[in-house]
T-cell receptor, first 115, second 113 residues
Framework: TQLLEQSPQFLSIQEGENLTVYCNSSSVFSSLQWYRQEPGEGPVLLVTVVTGGEVKKLKRLTFQFGDARKDSSLHITAAQPGDTGLYLCAGNWENYGGSQGNLIFGKGTKLSVKP | EAGVAQSPRYKIIEKRQSVAFWCNPISGHATLYWYQQILGQGPKLLIQFQNNGVVDDSQLPKDRFSAERLKGVDSTLKIQPAKLEDSAVYLC???????????FGPGTRLTVL
């Protein structure tokens, strides 16, 4: 059972376009993180959201956390080739029995931005 | 500040052979994690250490996988014997405290033939 669903799985766009990727769960998150992973590298943390309805911005990236804390989205404005990578969301759940450190990762959205 | 170091970066072995991976976390980070990332999947936690003690190894296949962090700094992850389905990238991460911001290493890509 996949606790955390990400969509779309793949996304290929032209430079300058906008895009949104999604992360959903049937359970309420305690907190949610977004990472970007480039080929041959480990994931790098972009943002952590904790409060329902929270919006965070990181340059051209906008992160939203759903009011019910079951979903999140990442919006990129005017995408650039340097945005290419695998975008992973990872969450902790209120009722999950794992350890404090056990973030559950989604399968990711593989983004390709062409010049 | 130096990041998380891992070696080797790549390893190819045949099934039933043994393999070991090494990780050196960021200096001062008490918590160390080993993740397995199969192609097309997100990372899955195998084991979490707090200093030299195991916090969570519930998803570690203990019949073939072992890990240690003897002096609370470096760590090794071993697979013995390897199976085809162990082909994956093995990521090491560290954080100052358990559940804190994780810093990932570049990973070791293992191919089992």
């Amino acid at each position: 059972t996949q606790l955390l669903e990400q969509s779309p799985q793949f996304l290929s766009i032209q430079e300058g376009e906008n895009l949104t990727v999604y992360c959903n769960s049937s359970s309420v998150f305690s907190s949610l993180q977004w990472y970007r992973q480039e080929p041959g590298e480990g994931p790098v943390l972009l943002v952590t959201v904790v409060t329902g309805g929270e919006v965070k911005k990181l340059k051209r990236l906008t992160f939203q956390f759903g009011d019910a804390r079951k979903d999140s989205s990442l919006h990129i404005t005017a995408a650039q080739p340097g945005d290419t990578g695998l975008y992973l969301c990872a969450g902790n759940w209120e009722n999950y029995g794992g350890s404090q450190g056990n973030l559950i990762f989604g399968k990711g959205t593989k983004l390709s931005v062409k010049p | 500040e130096a990041g998380v170091a891992q070696s080797p970066r790549y390893k190819i072995i045949e099934k039933r052979q043994s393999v070991a991976f090494w990780c050196n976390p960021i200096s001062g980070h008490a918590t160390l994690y080993w993740y397995q990332q199969i192609l097309g999947q997100g990372p899955k936690l195998l084991i979490q250490f707090q200093n030299n003690g195991v916090v969570d190894d519930s998803q570690l296949p203990k019949d073939r996988f072992s890990a240690e962090r003897l002096k609370g700094v470096d760590s090794t992850l071993k697979i013995q014997p390897a199976k085809l389905e162990d082909s994956a990238v093995y990521l090491c991460a560290s954080s100052l405290v358990g559940g804190g911001k994780r810093f990932f290493g570049p990973g070791t890509r293992l191919t089992v033939l």
